[in-house]
């Protein structure tokens, strides 16, 4: 194990897969499954060359490398991070004990299950961002959408390596299907809901990007404390990706508000659709459904597989070591706010073990608002006084405790007869939709940027805004 990537390969790699003459006959068995899907299901813009990083180490210092690539030779690879030998489970019933670099027998089908429906996400992500480049604002944006589907491309790679090297046949069996369950295919849909959903602009896309790629952050923070070392191991590494994909979605956001700012300065009108803005109110749409529906990635609030998953050290929670308690939480309790059939709220306490998924929600929340705050502060600056918010998070939930119920924004349970005529003040329209989509007018010229995002403050790696990051086909 080392901390260089070897790219001599035919699959770069630092796990040592030239030793391993099965598995590297197996993942090479893959990897043209993996170029077809790319070619059929991956970015419909044809780039001639696109500059992208390229890992290089998984060390802190320069582990990337930054040079134009054609998106089809990308690299990738198979990169886990180093490996603490002195690794000790840090929860659950096995706590003090030395973590795993085999896969136990008793929990050899839950952690294949985790491992399938985290990689599962990652190819969803890239069919639901596939005609994006179509209309990107600029080449800065483009090369920055090419970035994220080649990475989460490189994050499948991880999760199946796993699969094949520690699942025999059915890890093979289970690698092959993640190919072939596709985003928003009616036979054969992606394992979670938000993963069905189109990205189907540029707006959409920094919220996925704020929004999506931060529930992954902590759905990853969550397995980087499994038992399970190698799964540890990769999902660290991955969370070293995964900074830069939301980075291209909290400064996406912010260059949309600050766009919209400027138009409603400029015209002294909150109705800058006309000037080719997006107005606020349309992005506070944006906003309350890509929180909801990244909400229900967390799962239901009261949850045994959650329970059982953190006692057996399979899942832990996020920043588990840095937690000042006994890590077993077999004494704890928590409290759930629950809806009810008659319009009121009920708190209950239950035992911390079975609410672990509202636990990691509970950061995610937290985390969430810091953009908010952001987005506001730009509102401020501008002397705006329109303020975003964050919706309550029973507010269009399908999944766990809300399901079922109709919520505002504020937290009042109404009528289902009632959200139906307001629903459309709170999640965008189709006519909203298709307003932001009459705005999507790509604009492939370096340096200049379309009409209803401000320009970056930083080019990537130290190049201005103006440098040629993608030459198309
Ligand atoms: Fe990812
Ligand atoms: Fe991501």
């Known amino acids: 194990m080392t901390s260089t990537i070897n790219y001599d390969e035919k699959i770069p790699n630092n796990?040592?897969?030239?030793?391993?003459?099965?598995?590297?006959?197996?993942?090479?068995?893959?990897?043209?499954?993996?170029?077809?899907?790319?070619?059929e299901m991956g970015p419909t813009l044809e780039a001639h060359d696109v500059y992208l990083r390229t890992a290089?180490?998984?060390?802190?210092?320069?582990?990337?490398?930054?040079?134009?690539?054609?998106?089809?030779?990308?690299?990738?690879?198979?990169?886990?991070?180093?490996?603490?030998?002195?690794?000790?489970?840090?929860?659950?019933?096995?706590?003090?004990?030395?973590?795993?670099?085999?896969?136990?027998?008793?929990?050899?089908?839950?952690?294949?299950?985790?491992?399938?429906?985290?990689?599962?996400?990652?190819?969803?992500?890239?069919?639901?961002?596939?005609?994006?480049?179509?209309?990107?604002?600029?080449?800065?944006?483009?090369?920055?959408?090419?970035?994220?589907?080649v990475e989460e491309g490189r994050h499948l790679w991880a999760?199946?390596?796993?699969?094949?090297?520690?699942?025999?046949?059915?890890?093979?069996?289970?690698?092959?299907?993640?190919?072939?369950r596709n985003s928003?295919?009616?036979?054969?849909?992606?394992?979670?809901?938000?993963?069905?959903?189109?990205?189907?602009?540029?707006?959409?896309?920094y919220m996925f990007t704020y929004f999506t790629d931060r529930d992954g952050k902590y759905q990853l923070g969550t397995l980087k404390e499994s038992a399970f070392d190698p799964l540890s191991r990769t999902c660290e590494f991955m969370l070293k990706e995964e900074a830069h994909h939301m980075f291209v979605g909290t400064t996406g956001v912010d260059r949309v508000v600050m766009r919209s700012a400027q138009l409603i300065r400029e015209h002294d009108t909150l109705e800058i659709g006309p000037h080719g803005g997006v107005p606020l109110d349309v992005i506070q749409k944006y906003i309350n459904f890509h929180y909801s529906v990244s909400l229900d990635l967390f799962g239901s609030e009261t949850s045994t597989n959650a329970a059982n998953y953190y006692t057996a050290g399979l899942k832990g929670r996020w920043q588990?070591?840095?937690?000042?308690?006994?890590?077993?939480?077999?004494?704890?309790?928590?409290?759930?706010?629950?809806?009810?059939?008659?319009?009121?709220?009920?708190?209950?306490?239950?035992?911390?073990?079975?609410?672990?998924?509202?636990?990691?929600?509970?950061?995610?929340?937290?985390?969430?608002?810091?953009?908010v705050r952001r987005w506001n502060r730009i509102l401020e600056e501008a002397g705006i006084s329109y303020r975003f918010a964050l919706p309550h998070p029973g507010f269009n939930r399908s999944v766990g405790v809300h399901g079922g119920f109709a919520i505002t924004p504020d937290g009042e349970i109404i009528d289902e007869r009632v959200w139906r005529h307001l629903e459309h003040k709170w999640l965008p329209t189709s006519s909203d939709l298709a307003f932001v989509r009459s705005l999507m007018q790509p604009v492939h010229e370096p340096g200049k940027i379309a009409s209803w995002v401000a320009p970056p403050i930083n080019g990537i790696n130290g190049k201005p805004f103006d440098y040629e990051y993608v030459h198309l086909a």
């Not at 598995?23 to 790319?38: D, I, V, Y």
């Not at 928003?184 to 896309?205: H, M, V």
């Open 56 to 149: 290089v180490a998984v060390g802190r210092a320069g582990w990337a490398h930054f040079d134009h690539v054609k998106p089809d030779e990308y690299r990738w690879g198979i990169f886990l991070a180093e490996r603490d030998s002195d690794r000790r489970i840090a929860f659950g019933e096995h706590k003090g004990e030395p973590v795993w670099q085999q896969v136990p027998g008793e929990y050899r089908a839950d952690l294949q299950r985790l491992i399938v429906i985290q990689g599962d996400t990652e190819p969803a992500s890239v069919e639901q961002q596939r005609h994006l480049g179509l209309t990107a604002p600029s080449l800065y944006d483009l090369r920055n959408l090419f970035q994220v589907n």
């Open 15 to 39: 796990v040592g897969l030239s030793s391993d003459r099965r598995l590297q006959r197996a993942l090479e068995g893959w990897q043209p499954k993996f170029m077809n899907w790319w070619s």
């Open 159 to 180: 999760m199946v390596y796993l699969l094949h090297a520690y699942f025999g046949k059915e890890g093979r069996e289970q690698a092959e299907d993640l190919l072939l």
């Open 184 to 205: 928003g295919n009616p036979d054969s849909p992606r394992i979670l809901g938000a993963f069905n959903e189109e990205t189907a602009d540029w707006l959409a896309f």
């Open 320 to 371: 588990e070591t840095r937690r000042d308690d006994d890590h077993r939480l077999t004494e704890d309790s928590a409290f759930l706010a629950r809806p009810r059939a008659d319009g009121t709220w009920v708190t209950e306490e239950l035992s911390a073990l079975v609410t672990l998924n509202l636990d990691l929600r509970g950061e995610y929340l937290a985390d969430c608002r810091t953009g």
